[in-house]
């Protein structure tokens, strides 16, 4: 059994490198049955991976699977009992054991309306099923998209529709819940043009799906608002959490990054994050903040502060690259580490505790170390 800090230490290393699948050891784990791949190449949130757990037998991490060694020094190796070894080629030793999550069954089955389930919705993890229900952005359109978002590539790969409505919703959430693989739900979209900024496409889907499930804890992502009226809808049609998501806190870098969504200042995100907590609660608003793209520590972390002082959870993530299209800093783990040990200092500090997160990415923790980090800062 691993101790809490080698959880936080070697799901921070992953988040951050990845692992080296080898293409050979693809066929062979196929003939054994074992379904690998480099997980999904389109989409929104970290692509191009799959879902591990680690040792303690419970942390879930979404790990990078690249088919080139200058990526990562972590090589996954054998199949021995449920776990994958994973060795070290720069230490030349083992670091550590992996268990493989498998894709669930459902993904075989088509909707009512003939739909592949798998180009609705997707299981993150072991229990989280995630849907970007419209896969377009404002941005995209004027060429002015995130420098770290996939969203649009899944319409190009053919691996998902573009608007998902609530029945093909509620079909694919009843298929994941007999497989026991559905226990709560992110929902993401790209951005509208219009002032709900897809707000209204959100409450329609959250009320069809609440309607059926009406116990199913559900989490919405969304930027920030003008009309933070939309918040208070969002939350009455039955969205549980919610994630403002800003991504990058320093604004000389937001111009850079998120090129379109700069026009929004970072002024309206507290704002809207504050309004967001009066309307869902204490830890149930949080924010994707990346790392990589060449911020200072000392920066960054006064930065998280002010986030946490809110009462914001900070889900601080490495920037991934986008497998075949964009490549993409590799954040320093050791730096990400230091950054994660000091969140978690800080959130205890202001009693912001992302282990009573309800629903969505939080609850999930596959891309972050957050809740890790939150664990060890006891
Ligand atoms: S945290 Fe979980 S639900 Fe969110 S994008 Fe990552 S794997 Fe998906």
């Known amino acids: 059994m691993i101790d809490s800090e080698t959880v936080l230490n070697q799901k921070t ?28 190449k389109g989409g929104a949130g970290p692509l191009g991976g799959r879902y591990f757990i680690l040792e303690d037998g419970n942390t879930m991490v979404n790990v990078a699977l690249w088919n080139d060694k200058i990526k990562t020094n972590l090589v996954l190796k054998e199949k021995k009992g449920d776990f994958f070894e994973v060795h070290d080629n720069y230490n030349n030793n083992l670091f550590g054991n992996l268990k493989l999550v498998e894709n669930p069954k459902f993904y075989e089955l088509k909707t009512t309306d003939g739909i592949d389930m798998n180009k609705i919705a997707l299981v993150h993890g072991v229990d989280c099923l995630a849907s970007t229900i419209y896969q377009k952005c404002i941005y995209w359109a004027c060429g002015e998209p995130c420098k770290f978002c996939g969203i649009e590539l899944s319409l190009q790969y053919d691996s998902t529709i573009e608007e998902k409505n609530a029945k093909q919703m509620t079909e694919v959430i009843s298929a994941a819940k007999k497989e026991g693989r559905c226990s709560h739900m992110t929902l993401t979209s790209g951005t509208d043009e219009s002032v709900d900024k897809g707000a209204n496409r959100y409450i329609e889907l959250l009320k069809g799906v609440k309607n059926d499930h009406p116990n199913l804890p559900l989490h919405v992502q969304i930027e920030a608002l003008e009309d933070m009226s939309y918040i208070n809808k969002l939350k009455e049609a039955g969205a549980d959490t919610i994630g403002i998501h800003i991504e990058v806190l320093d604004n000389r870098l937001r111009k850079e990054i998120t090129p379109g969504k700069f026009s929004i200042s970072y002024e309206l995100y507290e704002k809207n994050w504050k309004h967001a907590i009066d309307i869902y609660g204490d830890n149930q608003v949080s924010s994707y903040v990346l790392t990589g793209f060449g911020e200072s520590k000392a920066d960054f972390i006064n930065d998280v502060e002010k986030v946490i002082s809110l009462g914001v959870i900070p889900y601080i993530t490495p920037v991934r ?14 730096d990400l580490l230091e950054i994660y040990k000091n969140s978690g200092k800080l959130m205890r500090e202001y009693g912001v505790n992302p282990l009573k997160n309800k629903a969505g990415c939080v609850r999930c923790g596959g891309c972050s170390a957050i809740k890790e980090a939150y664990i060890e800062a006891k």
């Open 13 to 40: 290393e992953l988040l951050c490198k990845g692992l080296y699948l080898d293409n050979e050891l693809i066929t062979r784990y196929k003939e054994q049955g074992i379904q690998i791949d480099f997980g999904r």
């Open 321 to 334: 690259s986008i497998p075949g299209k964009k490549d993409l800093p590799i954040t320093n783990y050791q």
